[in-house]
């Protein structure tokens, strides 16, 4: 299958891009639709759409991203990264961790990796589950309807199947006795993913209810939460959703009084799936921490203050990254001298990691348009077991005025067709 896309690069022997027929592609638009709600491109109402390629990546690559997790967790399991101060609010208590997630392990991540001639380099990673259900779901409907031989879907195993996948959630979220999951977010109808809050609503096999943030109170030291009738349920298995980056800067957490609970506050008979807290330590805040041939040089932005402005170090040759940052919010992909001494006067240099640029591999495909791959793996992890699904974005990039190249990989800067979420499929060797 490779040697037909190979050419005398490295990585065209180990990915390619292939068009998904016209057919085929409504299919599976229709089945996200229908199944999850998932409104396709911006012509459907839609803040992202499907692309109408999959992604077919070699098994030896896929394993490469894999050590590079491996590689990751166990740095986050080993204590080896640098202690933080998480913001107010945003502490743990015991008590109200999975016993899993008391000893340094995270459940859930999602890790992201550029496509550049010389192979993966990582762009982020961050302890969420984005869209494993949905990525599971159209990655096996395309795979059957293209019948594709000598592939797989799930990334740590070719042998995984879809109730191993099942089971690793049930067990993460709804614990022994299979409890009832509240899946919390907010603005709830209005996040662009809540296809996938549906999607695991729909085929996780234990009770899902999705509750806005407004909703939770607490009493008699438990939340509960009210219902569209007015009825009062408690929560036991709390799975959050709610970005830290969107909960401080935008609700103002902890003091806006429509938060009528706190994640630092002990709760009685309440397991946190996936406690925030996880969102700060495991997150782009490592990356200048990472010894990795995967991973581009990078720094703290109040470390390296001198150099950029004495010129050692390019403006050109750097993007910042805000550590509590997600889905984009305050990235700075062209930052000038003008925008540091800004930072400075507002003392936020801390709030900043820079990280070299990379060079996206430009494919041609046969719509006659150039585009770029981001890979994500995402994660799921028990002590006895793990599950990784991949999933891909294709987008596209544009040259600036002074030559430079901005790529342009999130969701909103490729809603149109030939770009998007796309399916991902492993090659055996």
């Given at each position: ?61 896929s ?87 000598n ?53 996780l096999?234990?009770s ?11 009493q ?7 219902t ?43 397991k ?41 170090l ?10 509590e ?11 000038t001298?003008?925008i ?71 969701f ?18």
């Open positions: 299958m490779f040697n037909h896309y190979s050419t005398t690069e490295k990585m065209n022997n180990q990915i390619f891009l292939q068009r998904i027929s016209d057919k085929i592609y409504g299919e599976a638009v229709n089945f996200l639709r229908d199944e999850y709600y998932f409104l396709n491109g911006a012509e459907n109402g839609g803040r992202m759409r499907l692309a109408n390629y999959f992604v077919g990546i070699s098994q030896g690559l394993d490469e991203f894999i050590t590079f997790i491996n590689h990751v967790v166990e740095q986050t399991k080993n204590n080896d990264f640098p202690t933080m101060n998480l913001p107010e609010g945003f502490a743990s208590q015991d008590e109200n961790l999975t016993d899993f997630e008391k000893t340094n392990n995270f459940s859930f991540g999602s890790f992201d990796m550029a496509v550049t001639e010389n192979g993966l380099q990582s762009i982020e990673f961050q302890a969420i589950a984005t869209y494993p259900f949905t990525a599971t779901k159209i990655n096996q409907f395309i795979k059957n309807k293209l019948n594709l031989s592939t797989y879907i799930f990334a740590n195993d070719k042998k995984e199947t879809w109730d191993d996948f099942i089971s690793i959630y049930q067990s993460i979220m709804g614990g022994k006795y299979k409890k009832p999951i509240i899946l919390v977010d907010r603005n709830l109808q209005h996040q662009k993913t809540n296809f996938e809050f549906y999607a695991l609503q729909k085929e096999g234990i899902v209810d999705m509750v806005d943030i407004e909703a939770i109170f607490e008699d030291k438990m939340l509960f939460y009210q569209a009738t007015n009825e009062k349920k408690k929560i036991e298995r709390l799975y959050n959703r709610v970005l830290p980056s969107e909960a401080i800067y935008e609700d103002h957490y902890p003091s806006n009084l429509k938060w009528r609970f706190r994640y630092d506050k002990l709760y009685h008979d309440l946190f799936i996936n406690h925030p807290r996880k969102l700060f330590e495991v997150s782009k805040r490592l990356l200048p921490y990472l010894d990795h041939p995967f991973n581009p040089p990078a720094f703290e932005l109040k470390n390296v203050v001198s150099e950029f402005l004495n010129g050692s390019s403006y050109l040759d750097y993007v910042w990254k805000h550590k940052g997600a889905a984009g919010f305050s990235l700075i992909l062209s930052p001298e003008t540091l001494k800004q930072l400075i006067a507002e003392n936020r240099l801390s709030d900043y990691i820079v990280q070299r640029k990379v060079n996206y591999k430009i494919f041609k495909t046969d719509d006659g348009l150039e585009k770029i791959v981001e890979l994500r793996f995402m994660t799921a992890y028990t002590k006895e077991t793990t599950n990784i699904i991949p999933m891909a974005r294709i987008g596209h990039c544009v040259k600036q005025e002074n030559g430079s190249m901005v790529y342009k990989i999130h909103g800067d490729n809603n149109r067709l030939g770009y998007g979420l796309a399916p991902v499929f492993i090659f055996s060797e």
